[in-house]
């Protein structure tokens, strides 16, 4: 069983449905027996990191006892955002911490906000894009975007107006992606397969 962790903010109909098209057997919850009890952890959102924070504070030290206990963990769009030590956005607030780095604006000069589909370069052996073609392209629809700072972090990368930002990162169980995998097509189904077959290996039901 995988538990999407639902906290109020945002797109947890379209994350959902999206698992539930490739097959995964999905629980939409915030109670804590099944954040326990799920072989893997999916934290979606979109919106700001301040409010997030606020609204996944219940759980927060639940769900990071988890991940760091090496449950499988996927932070989507906001939920990956929300992984890092920091978010820089509409304030100061300190996040979740899994992963070392921070939430910065995109610098101006560019288009703001970063929407559309993107080219994404993935660094060797990262597991969410295993079996897939070098270059795959995803949908964006961002502001802000992480400065990784963690040294046991890998990192995949997109070109934006002339920035290099991050797309995605791994670090041990925990994965995150700044796009929109359940909006991404074949492309982005493939990743969340990718994600429930990391499950999998856990050997827990999936």
């Known amino acids: 069983m995988l538990v999407i962790i639902d906290y109020g903010v945002g797109n947890v109909r379209s994350v959902t449905n999206a698992f539930r098209h490739i097959g995964a057997d999905i629980v939409v919850s915030c109670r804590t027996e099944d954040i326990e009890q799920a072989s893997g952890l999916i934290l979606p959102g979109v919106g700001a990191s301040g409010y997030a924070m606020e ?72 597991r969410l894009f295993a079996g897939m073609e070098q270059g795959k392209h995803f949908a964006f629809a961002h502001s802000f975007y992480a400065k990784v700072e963690d040294p046991a972090a890998s990192i995949a990368t997109t070109e934006y107006e002339g920035l290099s930002l991050t797309a995605a990162v791994e670090k041990g169980n925990i994965f995150g992606v700044q796009f929109h995998p359940e909006k991404s097509g074949n492309d982005g189904l493939a990743v969340l397969r990718n994600f429930v077959g990391i499950c999998q290996e856990t050997k827990q039901p999936c």
Not at 61 to 75: N, S, V
Not at 100 to 122: C, F, Q, Y
Request: charged content about 15%; aromatic content about 8%; glycine content about 14%.
């Open 55 to 126: 609204r996944v504070a219940p759980v927060a030290e639940l769900i990071c006892r988890q991940a760091r206990a090496g449950k499988p963990f996927l932070g989507i769009c906001l939920g990956y955002q929300i992984l890092f030590d920091m978010s820089y956005e509409l304030g100061e607030y300190r996040c979740l911490g899994l992963i070392g780095g921070s939430v910065i604006p995109i610098p101006a000069g560019r288009t703001i906000p970063h929407m559309g589909w993107n080219k994404v370069i993935p660094a060797a052996g990262m």
